[in-house]
């Protein structure tokens, strides 16, 4: 079965600072890997996704994700953090394509020190 | 991008009554849809797939005569929680689906449903 492990719930960086948030997932086959973010009020937004190709994946906002298969993970980086990336993120798997079922990791959520 | 939209975006209503939640697709047409409940600081859990149409698909462990599903048009899905209870209350999600080279699903808001 598949599933997604978010390793950290919270996390707390300085603004300004380099963020990596973990996920490893559990699937048989190449995955169709997404992160997502959750703001207050706001409807999750894909931030990227990776379905095959290139492994590092360039996402919006200055998001990149790197699907490594040797460690089953798909850790989401930014270089550099703001305030208003403060919020939950999601890691999550689907079987083949966003049409299936996407099963989602428990969530990190980043909370940013001035 | 794809807008989604889900209407009322927080309501509290007596246990036995029934809610019904609309989820929308504003600027596309969606041949399926998704519905979601996200218990506090937890993560999404699938309730159903919706195709227009045709019959919701459910999840194991969701009660379909609970949580009755409809699909009646490109654009709207409704969810309609009968007969709700304390434990139904949740934070209910949609996504609908864009195929094509989007392939992605967008997310609605989230209804927040209290059930007294």
């Known amino acids: 079965a598949q599933s997604v492990t978010q390793p950290d719930i919270h996390i707390t960086v300085s603004e300004g600072a380099s963020l990596e948030l973990r996920c490893n997932y559990s699937?048989?086959?190449?995955?169709?890997l997404f992160w997502y973010v959750q703001s207050p009020g706001q409807g999750l937004q894909l931030l990227l996704k990776?379905?095959?190709?290139?492994?590092l994946v360039q996402g919006i906002k200055g998001f990149e994700a790197e699907f490594k298969r040797s460690q089953s993970s798909f850790n989401l980086r930014k270089p550099s953090v703001h305030w208003s990336d403060a919020a939950e993120y999601f890691c999550?798997?689907?079987?083949?394509?966003?049409?299936?079922?996407?099963?989602f990791g428990s969530g990190t959520r980043l909370s940013i020190r001035p | 991008g794809a807008v989604v939209s889900q209407h009322p975006s927080r309501v509290i209503c007596k246990s036995g009554t029934s809610v019904k939640i609309e989820c929308r697709s504003l600027?596309?047409?969606?041949?399926?849809m998704f519905w979601y409940r996200q218990f506090p600081k937890q993560s999404l859990m699938l309730m159903a797939t919706?195709?227009?149409?045709?019959?919701?698909?459910?999840e194991q462990g969701v009660e379909k005569d609970k949580f009755l599903i409809n699909h009646a048009s490109l654009t709207l899905s409704t969810l309609t929680v009968t007969s709700a209870h304390p434990e139904d209350s949740s934070f209910y999600i949609c996504?609908?689906?864009?195929?094509?080279?989007?392939?992605?699903?967008?997310f609605g808001p989230g209804t927040r449903l209290t059930v007294l």
């Open positions: 996504s609908a689906f864009v195929g094509g080279e989007t392939d992605t699903q967008y």
């Open positions: 699937y048989g086959a190449t995955p169709y």
């Open positions: 990776y379905f095959s190709g290139d492994t």
């Open positions: 999550a798997v689907a079987s083949y394509s966003s049409a299936s079922k996407i099963i």
């Open positions: 600027d596309f047409q969606a041949t399926t």
């Open positions: 919706s195709n227009e149409g045709s019959k919701a698909t459910y």
